[in-house]
């Protein structure tokens, strides 16, 4: 505004520049915004950086009540921690994600998408419109799909040797690591036992029970063709039983209750005698109905009413040589019912011998001073399902194990899904920063920049293994990407020995669809945070 010419009459001098001022704020915010979001979940990608590889670090968790965790599965780690901020929930939300998809890998997708979202801001900053580098990252994924499926080598699922040693690479960053020659080999049995190798597309893991008692140590742990029940048997006189026959009730074992509005007032002694006699009546006719369909293994489902089981019933039971085992939690009736065959029953009259299952044992197991449990082997119909009981001399020990045969089971359950290994140790991350950098050279103007950032952003896995091994990050990672370029696609880091040799040699393999799944959730994940350019509170209604 010339000097000369005053202001409009009413406008305060200086609401020109105010107006401007504020426009620029508001251009300026969706930038604030991007960077916050991507410095929120750098955050949680850094806190977890260290836990990756066999020498990665664990984690100590400790909750509101005071109890602890110590864990280095990215996706515990990850659900137990507090976050507040919703951009760094999204990569908890991601780890959950691999954690359904594969099972494993789940630190590996979220330091992914943390060097993803570093590229990020550095293109940014560069004055690169989000839309392209989302669009060019969606590029740089398919293509990086395309290189990972060209490295790996088909596997059938009757090479046990190459299914072992899945399942041993997957351990072998888990507490339980010097275990892993005795978890292995009963992952790939739990798995094969509940498939049918020639026709299965996928396992359901439900099929395979982890049962946890504590006591003993991890080398007592084992694999049951059956069910392995916790509860103890009731009627302590009969703890095995040949040529079972089993029956579930899911009703009570007692004298019948009046309502909550009705009561029973007994006036003499004769009135009380009787009550007592029909009540002995009523519990004899159930135990005889249920020892005429020759039912000798009564489960009873826990019930929120104290007496489910009477003393007196206990007692006919117990004359009748019937075991009984109490207590039966509902989460586990389906699992029982495919193992042994056996059928829920509501009400006595439905208790016939149709619904029964039957199983050449049912002993009660003692655990040198540590318990007890319930093994039933040897099921006439079995339904494809195995128990695993998990032992340990703590809590936190058992945890952790169960924690490493889930992943080891889905390491397996990958392989049945998508039939094809890559090498491990940091190999194909190296191999996409190489031959996606070659790519980019064919793209022209800001794509291929973008696709040069993905890039280099791949080589945060070697170079994360590198340092966690105790190894020179910077050089390992420039040999390893010389090894690379003159052709040797398996060179990988080798953490035992603490240098570079040929990873497939070494037997470090893991699923294809652990990569590619992680490759595929970390970048739909970064490409999401991009998007965003506002956080706004949402009104809370009624």
Known sequence: MPENVAPRSGAPAGAAGGRGKSAYQDRDKPAQIRFSNISAAKAVADAIRTSLG???????????????????????????????????RMLVELSKAQDIEAGDGTTSVVIIAGSLLDSCTKLLQKGIHPTIISESFQKALEKGIEILTDMSRPVELSDRETLLNSATTSLNSKVVSQYSSLLSPMSVNAVMKVIDPATATSVDLRDIKIVKKLGGTIDDCELVEGLVLTQKVSNSGITRVEKAKIGLIQFCLSAPKTDMDNQIVVS???????????????????????????????????????????????????????????????EDIEFICKTIGTKPVAHIDQFTADMLGSAELAEEVNLNGSGKLLK????????????????????????????????????????????ALIAGGGAPEIELALRLTEYSRTLSGMESYCVRAFADAMEVIPSTLAENAGLNPISTVTELRNRHAQGEKTAGINVRKGGISNILEELVVQPLLVSVSALTLATETVRSILKIDDVMPATTRN
């Open 54 to 88: 066999p020498k990665g670090m664990d984690k100590m968790i400790q909750d509101g009540k005071g109890d602890v965790t110590i864990t280095n599965d990215g996706a515990t780690i990850l659900k137990q921690m507090q976050v507040l901020h919703p951009a760094a």
């Open 268 to 330: 003499d002694y004769a009135q009380m005698d009787r009550v007592l006699r029909e009540e002995r009546a009523y519990i004899l006719n159930l135990v005889k109905q249920i020892k005429k369909t020759g039912c000798n293994v009564l489960l009873i489902q826990k019930s929120i009413l104290r007496d489910a089981l009477s003393d007196l019933a206990l007692h006919f039971l117990n004359k009748m040589k019937i075991m009984v085992i109490k207590d039966i939690e509902r």
């Open 376 to 419: 039933i082997t040897g099921c006439a119909s079995p339904g494809k399902t195995v128990t695993i009981v998990v032992r340990g001399s703590n809590k936190l020990v058992i945890e952790e194990a169960e924690r490493s045969i889930h992943d080891a089971l889905c390491v397996i359950r990958c392989l049945v899904k998508k039939r």
